[in-house]
Structure formats: structure tokens, C-alpha cells
């Protein structure tokens, strides 16, 4: 996975695209995450889909104990600075989060 830097609010983030998941294979995400991956998610493109793997979101206290599929208003088609500068913003202001019903299946 080749990632790249970004500095957003005086914070480091990396980011990198994910085109063969095994989560939903075909599509491509944008995974965004810290240095220490406390804060990390994943960014369906083009969808308003976004998993929460990381720790570190607001309000969302179980953050980090398993993946938390969200519904996200923040939309984008191509990995660019705005998208993921307005991404990261949203995860960590307070809002009403909308939970989705999606589970990870592994098919190995």
C-alpha cells in the first residue's frame, strides 16, 4: 500500500486507496488514518459509506472495539485533499451518528 502524507489542523494523516478489499471487492476505499492508527477509517468512494476502524472518532465511544460502518454526508468520487481535509473534519466533530447494518465477512 503505497501512502502519502497530509497535513490537516497542524496534524499528520496518511492516506491510501484500497482498490481489491476484501470487505466489499471491486470497489475502491480511502483509507485514512494517524501515525499511530488511533484514528482510522475508510471511505467507500463514491458512496456515503464509511467504516471506522480506529479508536479515535467523536462521538462514538466504541470506536475501535469493532469496525463501526457510518453513514457519512461527506461524498466524494477521487482522492483528493478537500475530500479527505473534509472527512477527517467530520470525524471529529460532534454530530448524531447514523449506524449502518453492515458486517465484515471474510471469505478466506
Known amino acids: 500500500m503505497k501512502k502519502h502524507e497530509l497535513i490537516i489542523n497542524g496534524r499528520i494523516f496518511y492516506w491510501a486507496l484500497q482498490q481489491n ?3 466489499l471487492a471491486g470497489h475502491t476505499f480511502l483509507d485514512i488514518f494517524s501515525a499511530d492508527e488511533t484514528f ?3 471511505y467507500l468512494l463514491g458512496s456515503d459509506l464509511i467504516i471506522v476502524k480506529g479508536r479515535e472518532f467523536s462521538d462514538l465511544p466504541e470506536a475501535g472495539l469493532q469496525w ?3 453513514e457519512t454526508p461527506v461524498k466524494g468520487q477521487e482522492a483528493t485533499p478537500r475530500l479527505i481535509k ?3 473534519d467530520w470525524s471529529f466533530t460532534s454530530k448524531k451518528i447514523k449506524k449502518l447494518n453492515y458486517k ?3 471469505s478466506n
Open 68 to 70: 463501526q460502518w457510518l
Open 104 to 106: 465484515y465477512i471474510d
Open 40 to 42: 482510522y477509517i475508510s
Open 21 to 23: 478489499s476484501t470487505t
Open 86 to 88: 473534509n472527512l477527517v
